[in-house]
């Protein structure tokens, strides 16, 4: 998958692609990344990508011709690599909330392009007439779209194939199947001043099938408990049901 982004600090995103697992990818070319910094394109001899915001206030508004510009390079580019040209996401703290379901369903792309805003944002000319969706990370603001770019692209890289050593850590997260992932544990089987802290028996038993269960078991809890919104969205199946009903149970009434 080809990622296009587009920031004035293309420096940042060495974190992703030469860190890590998305760090791996890039380096075997299951992803490939490449910044354009608006200011290649601006016109004076200043390189001027902001300017004050018509109408007043605080804050530079990222200028509509640069930003075009550089659309238009990017566009240029993809197409004489042969890709399929993706669509163009701008991060956006007003944007649809970027999600696990979201991550799978862009990465079918070949090619996506984020465009990272700086300052008070983007001209909405831009946005209006060359951006096919608005992605919000979350609902606080960071100062610029390059964390929440990277971000997605964290998101999209780790499920791509062969992006992971072992595909089912990818299967099991957290998301994946509608539900919070389960508490995990390595070695050694005793910790704490008097080894009080134990890996549950279950773990340690040997038998797949009730590993299994328990750790289905300990998914639903854990969700029913910390993301209830999440388990209204999902039908649970009367294996499930069971389970989440011992699970409960195990909890003892609610204070
Ligand atoms: C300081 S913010 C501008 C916020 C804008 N004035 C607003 O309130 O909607 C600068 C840039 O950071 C990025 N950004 C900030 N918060 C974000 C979020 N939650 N998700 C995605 N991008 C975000 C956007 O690209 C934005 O243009």
């Keep these: 998958m080809r990622f296009d982004i587009l920031t004035v600090m293309p420096e940042m995103f060495s974190a992703v692609t030469e860190q890590g ?5 890039c380096r075997n070319g299951i992803a490939t990344a490449k910044c354009w910094n608006p200011r290649e394109f601006a016109s004076d001899k200043h390189r001027t990508v902001d300017d004050r915001s018509y109408g007043g206030g605080p804050g530079m508004v990222m200028l509509y011709e640069p930003l075009a510009k550089t659309l238009d390079a990017i566009a240029e580019d993809v197409e004489s690599s042969g890709k399929k040209a993706g669509p163009v996401l701008y991060l ?3 944007g649809e909330r970027w999600n696990q379901q979201l991550a799978a369903e862009l ?7 984020l465009l990272a805003g700086r300052y008070e944002g983007v001209d909405e000319r831009l946005i209006e007439s060359r951006v096919d969706r608005e992605i919000s990370i979350g609902d606080f603001v960071t100062s610029g779209g390059e964390l929440p770019a990277m971000v997605m692209m964290d998101t999209m890289i780790r499920l791509l194939p062969g992006a992971l050593g072992n595909i089912d850590s990818a299967e099991q997260d957290s998301f994946s199947d509608g539900l919070l992932d389960c508490p995990h544990y ?3 089987e005793a910790v704490g001043e ?4 134990k890996v549950p028996a279950v773990l340690m038993s040997g038998d797949h099938k009730k590993i299994q269960q328990w750790r289905l078991q300990q998914s639903l809890g854990r969700t029913s408990e910390r993301r209830p919104d999440l388990l209204a969205d999902r039908e649970l199946n009367k294996q499930e049901q069971v389970l989440l009903r011992e699970w409960q149970a195990a909890q003892g009434p609610a204070e």
């Design 107 to 113: 990465g079918q792309f070949e090619q996506v392009t």
């Design 21 to 25: 697992v998305t760090g791996r990818a």
């Design 92 to 94: 956006s703290p007003q």
């Design 194 to 197: 008097d080894g009080e802290l």
């Design 186 to 188: 390595s070695r050694p």
